[in-house]
């Protein structure tokens, strides 16, 4: 039997954001909580920051509040009323639609939205993108068990998610101890340094760009999606023609800090450390290239460094924002005040953080075949093969 396949719109109301008036912003609980972008996502439940007394377009308890620009397709599930900013829309499932399955279809077509992604920044997508989807739509009671068997499958993903993130945080412990009094306030061990005097900084390779009839090869390259919070995700490898010149210039090497420029807010400062995962790359310009040139930090402790609330209160305090979206530039990058402690202490942090990196590769590889089980499933559910 073939299954109908209905446009998301016919299925579905979608409730673009509104910025609503900047003057009716503030962080005193006074109106009605304010979703900019996926920045305001929690793991679980949306979580703002800001207020507003002046809401335009609203989200309701059980609606999915999806990112339409920058990281599109990202989504969170409404557990309450919240002001949609126009960084998200809100999506509410009616009729024929079960909100769960809903909720799993969203991942199974992020990539294909994201696709349709414009702008020269960020790119967003607007509502016809939306509403054009096809969606496969079984019974209720299909969409139900289809849904209740994802639920099942996602829960163990994200028990092994949260193993994974245990031992993160026990190394952010550690750190912490070894280096700092709280998240903000790290030990005075020296004035602090300006970055560009211990590594050199360099941005990308620019994707469009003009070659004028040069030679070229396709070389692998980094994209934002691959560049984690100290991790890297190779599972989707993009290639680029670039000249020899240009390959010369922006080829990684082992212990290269790659750090994204931004997007939503929490972006900022998040990076990782190439190890020469693949024989030969380079990166695209929306990553910058951290390459230590002095013996007094290292690239471990520095990649940690970067990554604390320490770092992130200066990339947020320096970066260029609009709303739901932040970035930095490679002067703000350069100035970012580096702690020196003695290199002994450090190479004790790098000790114990590389020991339990040995750890977490066990449960990542857990966590890897538990993502191939759930795509799996996915894929066959929206299929009509489930």
């Not at 409404?78 to 998200?88: A, E």
């Not at 769960?100 to 993108?129: C, M």
């Not at 680029?240 to 807010?265: C, F, K, S, V």
């Amino acid at each position: 039997m073939t299954l109908p396949v209905r446009q998301l719109g016919d299925v579905c109301e979608i409730i673009m954001g509104q910025a609503p008036d900047g003057a009716s912003y503030n962080d005193k609980a006074e109106g009605v909580p304010l979703i900019a972008g996926a920045g305001d996502f929690g793991p679980d439940w949306p979580a703002p920051k800001k207020f507003t007394s002046l809401p335009t377009k609203t989200s309701l308890p059980n609606d999915i509040v999806m990112s339409i620009r920058a990281t599109i397709g990202t989504k969170v599930l409404s557990d309450g009323i919240y002001c949609l900013g126009r960084g998200v829309a809100g999506l509410r499932a009616k009729g024929q639609l079960d909100t769960r399955y809903l909720w799993h279809w969203i991942s199974e077509v992020e990539a294909t939205l994201s696709a349709k992604g414009r702008g020269a920044t960020f790119p967003q997508v607007n509502r016809n993108d939306i509403a054009e989807l096809p969606i496969l739509l079984p019974s209720m009671a299909e969409q139900r068990q289809i849904a209740a068997i994802l639920d099942k499958a996602d829960a163990l993903r994200r028990k092994r998610k949260r193993a994974i993130e245990l031992l993160d945080s026990l190394t952010q412990s550690i750190f912490l101890e070894m280096f700092g009094e709280g998240d903000e306030q790290l030990l005075p061990w020296s004035e602090p340094v300006h970055l560009s005097d211990l590594a050199d900084i360099g941005s990308g390779i620019t994707k469009g760009r003009k070659l004028s009839g040069s030679a070229t090869r396709e070389v692998p390259y980094l994209a934002v999606v691959n560049v984690q919070d100290r991790r890297l995700d190779l599972s989707t490898i993009k290639y680029i023609e670039a000249t020899d010149t240009e390959i010369e210039r922006y080829r990684l090497q082992p212990n290269d800090l790659l750090l994204t420029e931004g997007g939503d807010p929490d972006k900022l400062g998040r990076g990782t450390l190439w190890a020469g995962e693949l024989n030969e790359a380079i990166h695209q310009n929306h990553i910058f290239r951290v390459r230590i040139t002095s013996s007094r930090i290292l690239p471990l402790f520095l990649n940690w460094l970067v990554g604390t609330s320490y770092g992130k209160k200066y990339f947020l305090s320096a970066a260029k924002q609009t709303t739901g979206i932040a970035s930095i530039n490679k002067t703000q990058l350069s100035a970012f005040p580096t702690i020196l402690p003695p290199i002994e202490l450090q190479q004790k942090f790098v000790g114990a953080a590389e020991g339990i990196a040995r750890e977490m590769k066990q449960f990542i590889s857990a966590e890897t075949q538990a993502n191939i089980l759930f795509s799996s499933l996915q894929s066959r559910a929206f299929s009509g093969q489930l």
